[in-house]
């Protein structure tokens, strides 16, 4: 059995939920035994902190739950090994800290609670990372507009990129005046099985 | 040759013996024009292309460019080369404010220049609305050769030499109007 | 930022006999002509010691992040060489990676050679501007001369494969966006052949350098521990012993066939540091070298039609060559919904994008695992108790492009 089993297998126990995408195992923790999951899975010799980061599905279609996760990028050395550890959390909802575990995770949450407003209890130093002081909201969640500066033409016409960009989407025929649709032999349209990853 | 000469002479045969005449000013703008020395203000991908125009190939040092300042005290033209965030953007505007009279700009690339490809939250969307642009170098990046045209450019604009979009010509030294 | 936020540390120390001193605080930057980009450091000082180091980051966002979700998947490269200036190519291999293992796509062997030699050319010119500007910092003007000398024709090599010099925007997911052209073989022999002699040009102007080495051995020790416990990859963290590579631990695109060294050293100061990426750029040359043998005529991109362009000639006489050139340009590709992150090794450490798709043509959520973020906050422990002079050959040692931190 591999480290990345025994891991799982050990998390299971903590309330995991294992979930696998194309060779890329994550395990969703409740968040009252994230920090214990965290640590069990350092000690078991998933000793380097790769990445921690957030995630915001509030337009992601067909979603439920809560809106928020933190996903924290965990790779051991000397197995090959990585794996995904994943909170879901809501608005107003706190997460713990894990910089005594590893140092290089001050900036990762600091990063998180600039990007998305998430907020680390008992962190040493949790302030805005990237954003300038004067910016108010938290640019990636998706609520937050990307800010663009609408096109001025010669002829004095506007255009809004935004507009533009619909038809892309699909959602909305746009500037483009494409409505998407279905093509025929194409998985993304099909239901999705077993969920997200 | 004696003194007199120069008032017993004509203009032409005074030049033809190698005396030329000239305003204070213009020579004053022509001097100015040759040590167009920089300020470093390198910021993302054309600060590379930046350094690599003093490099051996393109060598801005023949046009008196080479000695890239760090302190904006000492230097003549401040190079944005990059693109300018929000958080960035007073203090670009403190570099420049810093720097002596007369000054210029480049705004070098296209994302100083307009933005560029980054139309979005963060990004300043022209530099000339935080500080006055004398010299707009497109590209992404724009090579070192198009560097060392703007640097020739400008000393034509320091000289007295260019003319707005309307054909009038432009005052020689702009900078002390600022 | 007021100076009471900066820091957490008591500004305070007690001094000899009665008196109680104060530590200074300086501010460097972000303006600064040795902080290799708008990086801002504030620092508490002890007489010349550093007693307190927090690096102030953000002045050069650009958010690479929320835009790349609002642009198609192949929009997406051109956005992510322009993050790291100086090794372009990386980001858009790990992006184009990503963005494969969730298609599915199969990659012809002639594409991924290609990218294989690109991408490790550009690992050498990046550490070229390394040397160049790390010994710049120390006041050894004359390298940067040689070191951009060979840089300038490895830009050539890319300009005539992609058009431009810097910001290539070559690589496509599914592959190239058009094959390279006659006589780029020819030019990246050549290469091979001039640039060992030049390595051993730069080993003789600094390698034994007495001031070189006084101001590097022993300066700036970040030991193994400390690597781990701050999440440093890449030749920083291979300085310290420890020999991780996600070109030999994760193979990907092709990286299994060549056979290659990754350089270690024990010492994990400034020194180690700069050797390592010494002996990184002869093994990137070996790369090059193998890949350039096996490259062979073939196929440069995904033949599947879902993903890639149909070549010209078909539009003329092949309607439904039209109707995907069409779906294409006007809408990009649908992949199935789902999560994926790939690691891979820039010239700077461990670089993966983690993408979230929801099956529109966007991605939903782009993130970006970046090398020099991460490798920015070893900083902090490698300067504490060194000398200030010291810190600025630090920051050159650890190699960050500010473009990369502040994404």
Redesign the interface.
């Given at each position: 059995m591999s480290l990345l089993e025994q891991v799982v297998e050990h998390l299971k126990t903590l309330e995991g939920k294992p979930g696998e995408?194309?060779a890329?195992v994550?395990v969703t923790v409740p968040k009252d035994h994230l920090l214990e999951a965290i640590e069990s899975s350092k000690d078991a010799g998933f000793?380097?902190?790769?990445?921690v980061?957030g995630?915001?599905y509030l337009s992601?279609?067909g979603h439920q739950g809560k809106r928020f996760s933190v996903?924290y990028?965990l790779?051991s050395?000397e197995a090959?090994e990585?794996i995904?550890i994943r909170v879901n959390l809501d608005e107003g909802e706190t997460l713990p800290t894990i910089t005594h575990l590893?140092?290089?995770?001050?900036?990762?949450e600091r990063?998180v609670y600039d990007m998305f407003g998430v907020v680390f209890d008992d962190h040493?130093?949790l302030?805005?990372?990237?954003?300038?002081?004067d910016?108010d909201g938290h640019?990636?969640r998706k609520d937050?507009?990307?800010?663009?500066?609408p096109?001025l033409f010669n002829d004095g016409r506007f255009l809004d990129?935004?507009a533009f960009?619909a038809?892309?989407?699909?959602d909305s025929e746009g500037l483009?005046g494409?409505v998407?649709g279905a093509?025929k032999g194409?998985?993304?349209?099909q239901k999705?099985e077993g969920g997200?990853? | 040759m004696a003194l007199t000469d120069l008032f017993t002479k004509d203009v032409q045969e005074l030049e033809n013996e190698g005396i030329l005449f000239s305003s204070l000013e213009k020579l004053v703008a022509w001097g100015r024009s040759n040590s167009l020395w920089p300020a470093t203000f390198g910021l993302a991908c054309c600060a590379i292309e930046m350094m690599q125009s003093t490099n051996s190939r393109n060598d801005l040092a023949r046009f008196g460019s080479e000695v890239f300042r760090a302190s904006p005290r000492q230097a003549d033209v401040m190079i944005v080369a990059g693109r300018l965030s929000k958080k960035m953007a007073p203090i670009m505007k403190r570099v420049y404010d810093q720097m002596p009279d007369p000054k210029w700009v480049i705004s070098m690339g296209a994302c100083a220049s307009s933005g560029g490809m980054f139309n979005n939250y963060a990004i300043v969307q022209n530099v000339d609305s935080v500080v006055p642009v004398d010299i707009y170098v497109p590209g992404c990046p724009p090579r070192p050769e198009a560097l060392v045209y703007a640097v020739m450019q400008l000393q034509k604009k320091v000289r007295g030499e260019a003319f707005d979009e309307r054909g009038i010509e432009l005052p020689m030294v702009e900078g002390w109007a600022r | 930022m007021t100076i009471k936020e900066a820091g957490t540390v008591s500004s305070s120390v007690q001094g000899h006999g009665d008196f109680e001193t104060k530590y200074m605080r300086v501010n460097v930057g972000p303006q600064h002509p040795s902080t290799h980009g708008v990086l801002r450091l504030v620092v508490d000082l002890d007489g010349e010691r550093i007693a307190n180091l927090i690096p102030q980051i953000g002045y050069l966002h650009t958010g690479f992040e929320k835009t790349m979700e609002n642009r198609t998947y192949q929009q997406g490269v051109t956005y992510t060489n322009r993050m790291d200036y100086l090794h372009g190519f990386a980001h858009d291999f790990a992006y184009c990676v990503s963005v494969e293992k969730l298609l599915d796509a199969q990659v012809p062997i002639r594409a991924q050679r290609v990218r294989v030699i690109l991408n490790e050319l550009n690992r050498i010119a990046s550490h070229l501007v390394f040397f160049a500007t790390g010994l710049l910092d120390m006041g050894a003007l004359t390298l940067y001369f040689y070191t951009m000398r060979e840089r300038e024709k490895i830009l050539d090599i890319f300009e005539m494969v992609c058009g431009v010099r810097m910001n290539y925007g070559y690589f496509r997911i599914g592959g190239l966006s058009r094959d390279v052209p006659e006589g780029f073989e020819d030019a990246v022999r050549a290469f091979i052949k001039d640039f060992p002699p030049m390595i051993k040009q730069y080993a003789a102007m600094f390698a034994k350098n007495d001031i070189f080495l006084q101001r590097t051995r022993d300066v700036g020790v970040v030991t193994q521990e400390m690597a781990l416990d701050y999440g440093l990859t890449g030749p920083s963290l291979r300085a310290t012993g420890l020999g991780l590579d996600f070109r030999k631990t994760q193979p990907y695109s092709s990286y299994e066939d060549y056979s290659f060294d990754v350089p270690t050293a024990t010492e994990g100061d400034i020194h180690a540091r700069f050797m390592v990426r010494f002996e990184e750029m002869g093994e990137s040359l070996k790369i090059v070298e193998q890949a350039l043998n096996r490259l062979e005529p073939g196929p440069y991109k995904d033949p599947d039609r879902r993903i890639s362009l149909p070549p010209r000639s078909e539009l003329e006489n092949s309607m439904e060559a039209v109707i995907f050139h069409f779906k294409l340009v006007t809408e990009g590709f649908h992949p199935p919904r789902g999560e994926v992150y790939v690691p891979t090794e820039s010239a700077r450490g461990e670089l993966g994008y983690y993408i979230v798709s929801d099956g529109g043509s966007m991605p939903y959520r782009v993130k970006v695992r970046i090398p020099s973020l991460m490798n920015l906050q070893s900083l902090a422990p490698a300067c504490i108790g060194g000398l200030f002079a010291d810190m600025v050959m630090n920051i050159a040692s650890f190699d960050p492009v500010l473009g990369d931190v502040d994404k």
């Open positions: 995408f194309k890329m994550s000793n380097m902190i790769s990445d980061f995630l915001d992601y279609p996903a990028n790779y050395i090959n990585r995904f590893w140092s290089g995770a001050n900036f990762m990063e040493p130093d302030r805005k990372l990237i954003t300038p002081e910016l640019p990636h937050f507009p990307l800010g663009e500066t096109t990129p935004a960009r038809g892309l989407r699909g483009t494409f998407g093509r194409v998985a993304s349209q999705p997200k990853a | - | -």
